[in-house]
């Protein structure tokens, strides 16, 4: 796992959270996450929506792709965070 993808759409905030345990590759591979979310924004597209596309249009064969099973709630983005960076 490389990191993390997130979506607000009350705080109109959506994210990558990238693993430091990953290191460099990691952070890379995650580029193409964050600019989709970016440009998604850019279109008015709302997060939570950026985030259901990203999961459908992911292609398990990529590298870099959303788990299947792996959309799940958390209380906030600070617990997204720490699940990426857990020291």
């Known amino acids: 796992m490389i990191g993390y993808v ?3 759409d ?3 905030a959506a994210g990558w959270e990238v693993r430091t345990a990953g290191g460099d590759e ?3 591979k995650g580029a193409r996450w964050a600019r989709k979310l970016h440009d998604a924004k850019a279109r008015g597209i709302a997060p939570t929506a950026a985030l ?5 249009e992911s292609d398990p ?8 099973g792996s959309l799940t709630e958390a209380p906030n983005a600070d ?3 720490r699940l990426a960076d857990p020291t």
């Open 6 to 8: 997130w979506a607000n």
């Open 10 to 12: 009350e705080d109109d």
């Open 26 to 28: 990691a952070f890379n």
């Open 52 to 56: 259901a596309a990203m999961t459908q």
């Open 61 to 68: 064969t990529r590298s870099s792709h959303v788990v299947p």
């Open 79 to 81: 617990v997204i965070r």
